[in-house]
């Protein structure tokens, strides 16, 4: 599956769960899908380089919620 396809079917499933679709969840989503990271502040410290009004709150929050979602693992912040 490619990274579009990976970032098309999360955005669904965030959809079917009722979540809103932002630009910043939208450039989290294709930062955390194309590279592996072991924290949020090395996804911030990314997308903060894209958009400058992005705070770290809002990875945080993104995390903790495709986490919940099982979207992504804790241990390693890969799309399973």
Same mark, same amino acid.
């Given at each position: 599956?490619?990274?579009? *396809?990976? %970032? =098309?079917? /999360?955005?669904? !499933?965030?959809?079917? $769960?009722?979540?809103? #679709?932002? =630009?910043?969840?939208? %450039? %989290?989503?294709? +930062? #955390?899908?194309?590279?592996?990271?072991?924290?949020?502040?090395? +996804?911030?410290?990314?997308?903060?380089?894209? $958009?400058? @009004? %992005?705070?770290?709150? @809002? /990875?945080?929050? @993104?995390? !903790?919620?495709? *986490? $919940?979602?099982?979207? #992504?693992?804790?241990?390693?912040?890969?799309? +399973?």
């Amino acid at each position: 599956m490619s990274q579009e *396809e990976r %970032l =098309n079917e /999360v955005i669904r !499933q965030l959809r079917a $769960d009722k979540r809103r #679709i932002t =630009n910043q969840r939208k %450039l %989290l989503l294709s +930062i #955390i899908l194309r590279h592996e990271y072991s924290s949020c502040k090395e +996804i911030y410290y990314e997308a903060k380089k894209q $958009d400058s @009004t %992005l705070g770290i709150a @809002t /990875v945080y929050r @993104t995390v !903790q919620l495709l *986490e $919940d979602m099982e979207l #992504i693992r804790k241990e390693m912040r890969v799309q +399973i």
